[in-house]
């Protein structure tokens, strides 16, 4: 049984020594070498915005004297270490393009996908991971600036938040890492600094919860998911927690009207109906997993993989009339053209052997 759930801003990341936070005017500063880089490669030449925004894009990508910025999920980074070992995750990558962006005189913003489908866990520790991304405004024309978003399964669309959030984010990413790594103290105190960003993000609140409860700060971390519900009582990472820490003490009456709320707003995650159908799937189940997939399609109808993995159940139970309609309505949804191609090939293979690799 999983003992506490931890809802987390972005991917958690690699192990590394930085124990000390630094200071919020320091995470996104950006090293006088790639102050010369953007001086030399963007704002020297570029006379136009758009042209600017151009030059950056060939400047973070290429690897003909450009930064050649290669993604890693596990990445989260200062600006001035993804300059070093260039390498970034969608948070250390934003960060990096509004720094120059910003020297560069445009007008760039941070955006956050608070719901995704995006989980790890570790030790009976679940991670849920957010997303952000930058938008871009030049005249009336809006360009977004994400990456990894392929792998991203969005419910909503992203929405501007400040800066102070977006640094909220890295320490609480930070937190999180140094959790893993047993290294509490640290966590903590990257964790506060968080708060002290942003003392009205729920998900920080949630988090430190955890870290104390790690700690063996129980009161402490009650009264976190407890604040972190007063300021959004849909906060399931709090409230799954709460519920455990009830139980734990014999408080059912609390756990009992705290799982009654987690169960209503878990019954209109389509992310959570999604994950249920997979383990019933694991199980074979197939009429099970046929079940949650068709919830999560009516709370989240657009996305493709929803119906793939519908197509899967139906052919676990031997129906591939209706696999092969999941699969076309897949198909019908998939925006890129390599999707495209794996779910026409997919569907030849049901036509010929009835089954899905």
Excluded at 11 to 20: G, H, I, Q, R
Excluded at 52 to 65: I, N, T
Excluded at 92 to 119: N, R, S
């Amino acid at each position: 049984m999983i003992g506490w759930m931890l809802a987390i801003a972005l991917a958690v990341t690699s192990p590394t020594s930085d124990l000390v936070p630094p200071a919020p005017d320091q995470v996104m500063a950006m090293p006088p070498a790639l102050q010369t880089m953007l001086h030399e490669q963007v704002i020297e030449p570029g006379r136009t915005q758009t042209h600017r925004m151009q030059l950056l894009f060939k400047l973070m990508s290429s690897d003909e004297g450009g930064l050649a910025m290669q993604y890693d999920d596990q990445a989260t980074q200062t600006v001035a270490q993804a300059f070093q070992s260039r390498q970034a995750n969608c948070l250390t990558y934003t960060m990096m393009f509004l720094a120059m962006a910003h020297a560069a005189g445009l007008d760039a913003v941070p955006q956050e996908i608070d719901q995704t489908l995006a989980w790890q866990q570790r030790d009976n520790v679940v991670y849920r991971s957010n997303h952000v991304n930058a938008n871009v405004r030049i005249g009336v024309q809006r360009y977004l600036v994400d990456v990894g978003s392929s792998f991203v399964i969005a419910r909503r669309a992203a929405h501007p938040i400040s800066q102070q959030r977006l640094l909220a984010q890295y320490y609480n990413n930070r937190a999180v890492q140094l959790m893993t790594n047993a290294q509490l103290p640290a966590a903590l105190a990257h964790a506060a600094i968080a708060i002290e960003l942003d003392p009205d993000y729920p998900t920080t609140w949630s988090n430190t919860g955890v870290l104390r409860t790690q700690n063996g700060d129980v009161a402490g971390a009650e009264a976190a998911y407890l604040h972190a519900l007063s300021l959004d009582p849909r906060q399931a990472s709090a409230l799954f927690n709460l519920v455990s820490r009830y139980h734990r003490k014999g408080d059912e009456q609390n756990a009992a009207m705290l799982r009654k709320r987690l169960e209503k707003v878990q019954s209109s995650d389509p992310f959570h109906q999604f994950m249920l159908a997979i383990e019933f799937e694991k199980q074979g189940d197939g009429a099970m997993a046929a079940s949650y997939y068709k919830r999560a399609i009516r709370l989240h109808g657009g996305e493709h993989r929803f119906y793939l993995g519908l197509a899967r159940a139906h052919v676990l139970d031997g129906d591939t009339r209706r696999a092969r309609r999941a699969l076309e309505h897949a198909l019908a949804l998939a925006k890129d053209e390599t999707t495209r191609a794996e779910y026409r090939t997919a569907l030849k293979t049901l036509q010929d052997t009835g089954q899905l690799q």
